[in-house]
């Protein structure tokens, strides 16, 4: 059984900095894209960013310039650094990975941690 264990998050004033990791185990064969979504107050839940094996990433249009993802492939955890947060980012961060296990190729997802920005 495969499972994604978030990190990090909490309460921070506006114009603060928060990093969240995120880290896959299990029978892991492989890890393909790992990132991480959101999901506002009455709001669809959105890519914030994502990133490949390669350390290949992309990012929402909201968060570019500000946050950065990184990956540790040895340690199959995925992190993520906000910086300049505003009170837009308060949400629930929800991490996610395409894993490849024995049996087959699953998107998993962690079970989100709030991250709540004051102005």
């Known amino acids: 059984q495969v499972q994604l264990v978030e990190s990090g998050g909490g309460l921070v004033q506006a114009g603060g900095s928060l990093s969240l990791s995120c880290t896959a185990s299990?029978?892991?064969?492989?890890?393909?894209?790992m990132g991480w979504y959101r999901q506002g107050p009455g709001k669809r839940r959105e890519l914030v960013a994502s990133?490949?094996?390669?350390?290949?990433?992309v990012y929402g249009d909201s968060v570019k310039g500000r946050f950065t993802i990184s990956r540790d492939n040895a340690k199959n955890t995925v992190y993520l650094q906000m910086n300049s947060l505003k009170p837009e980012d308060t949400a629930v961060y929800y991490c996610n990975a395409d894993i490849s296990t024995a049996l087959s190729l699953q998107t998993y997802w962690g079970q989100g941690t709030q991250v709540t920005v004051s102005s």
């Open positions: 299990g029978k892991i064969v492989s890890i393909h894209p």
């Open positions: 990133i490949d094996s390669g350390g290949r990433a």
